[in-house]
Structures are given as structure tokens and as C-alpha cells.
């Protein structure tokens, strides 16, 4: 039973660029979460989606947005990007519309240039 | 507002030494108690949770209690080994709400030598 997986591992991009990050949760998941982590920091959430809906958002700017298909994956994407944005991106899946546990991925690591 | 305070580290240990990583929340109602671990160049991986006041999770060794009314949710391992250096994420989810955002404290690394 694969967990969560997250592509691409690694990604480098320059300030202005856009960007879109890729999940897909464990087998049974149905909700999907996005955090990020910065140097040093621990993961900060930004949204969680659920039958292809944002249902919470973290304290993130617009230019952060995402979608959640119809096979429960999920999509990060950042548009104009800044330096700040340089983080490592985690996605967490959890079942039964998000009340319980969240498992994580290996991350998607964004540098941006 | 919701959040997790750490200890913070490094926290530099001899094998088979006991160890303790501090943790305390606010949060809103009573939220689920995490902690996560991550070894390096990884994601995180649950190592233990509690769900209600005064539960104890444990996991490989490691163990946490719930304590409402400190509102702390101390990690514990009575003898720690080298492959347990990483760093150690302790996290509260609101679960009155229906569903859980995670919180996370700063993370505390643990280094282990032989």
C-alpha cells in the first residue's frame, strides 16, 4: 500500500515564475492538506481540501492556491515567485473527511532563484 | 491564538540515556496531540498521538501523556539510541471543528552519540 507521494522531489525556479507542486494521498484518503516548511521551522499549513473544495486556509497570500481532484490528488500552485518562498513543501492526507490522523510526505523541496 | 512552544535544542544525549523533549499547547476545546519525527531529507512521520486528556500515546519506545491541565504533552524515552537523532515535532489538531489543522511547534533536533 503506497503512502503519500509527492512530485517532483526537487525544483529550482527564479522570482516571478510560477509553480505547481503534486500530491496523491494514501490509498482510503479522501482529504488532503499542504504545509510549509521553511529552514529550520516547523511545517506551517496553508489549505486542506475535501470533495474538491478548500475548506480552511493558513495565513497565505493569494498567489497560493490549489485544487483537489475528482481521485482525491491534489495540487500546490504559487504564482510570482518570491525568494521567501523557498521552503519545503509537504502535503498530508487523512480519511474520513479529515478527522483523523494526517500522514505525511516526503516533501517537495522549492528553491527559487 | 493555537500554538505549540518547544524546547529548544539541540538536545545532545549518550546512548541508553533517558530522554525528555518539552511541550506545551493553547489551543481551543481540546484538541488531538501529536508527535511527529523527521529524519533528514525527509517528510515527517507520525510517531505517536493522543486524542483525549490523560491518554498515553507510545511508539517504539517513546512515549507521551495528555495533560489537560498542564497543557503539556512531554515526549519520553527511557533509553534513547543513535538512530534516533532527528528532529521532533510536537503538533495539536482542532477536532471540534470536524476537522484537523495542524499546528506545529519549531521542532526540536535530538543528537545521539554512541
Known amino acids: 500500500d503506497a503512502g503519500v507521494t509527492q512530485s517532483p522531489t526537487h525544483l529550482i525556479k527564479t522570482r516571478g515564475q510560477q509553480v505547481t507542486l503534486r500530491c496523491s494521498p494514501k490509498s482510503g484518503h479522501d482529504t488532503v492538506s499542504w504545509y510549509q516548511q521553511a529552514l529550520g521551522q516547523g511545517p506551517q499549513f496553508i489549505f486542506q481540501y475535501y470533495e474538491e473544495e478548500e475548506r480552511q486556509r493558513g495565513n497565505f497570500p493569494d498567489r497560493f492556491s490549489g485544487h483537489q481532484f475528482p481521485n482525491y490528488s491534489s495540487e500546490l500552485n504559487v504564482n510570482a515567485l518570491l525568494l521567501g518562498d523557498s521552503a519545503l513543501y509537504l502535503c498530508?492526507?487523512?480519511?474520513?473527511?479529515?478527522?483523523?490522523?494526517?500522514?505525511f510526505g516526503p516533501g517537495t523541496r522549492l528553491t527559487v532563484l | 491564538g493555537d500554538s505549540v512552544t518547544q524546547m529548544e535544542g539541540p538536545v545532545t544525549l549518550s546512548e541508553e540515556a533517558f530522554l525528555t523533549i518539552n511541550c506545551t499547547y493553547t489551543a481551543t476545546g481540546y484538541p488531538s496531540l501529536f508527535w511527529y519525527v523527521q529524519y533528514p531529507g525527509e517528510g515527517l512521520q507520525l510517531l505517536l498521538k493522543?486524542?483525549?486528556?490523560?491518554d498515553k500515546g507510545s511508539n517504539k519506545g517513546f512515549e507521551a501523556t495528555y495533560r489537560k491541565e498542564t497543557t503539556s504533552f512531554h515526549l519520553e524515552k527511557g533509553s534513547v539510541q543513535v538512530s534516533d537523532s532527528a528532529v521532533y515535532f510536537c503538533?495539536?489538531?482542532?477536532?471540534?471543528?470536524?476537522?484537523?489543522?495542524?499546528?506545529f511547534g519549531t521542532g526540536t533536533r535530538l543528537l545521539v552519540s554512541p
Open positions: 503538533a495539536h489538531g482542532g477536532r471540534n471543528t470536524g476537522f484537523q489543522k495542524l499546528v
Open positions: 498530508a492526507s487523512s480519511p474520513a473527511e479529515g478527522k483523523d490522523t494526517q500522514y
Open positions: 493522543a486524542t483525549k486528556a490523560d
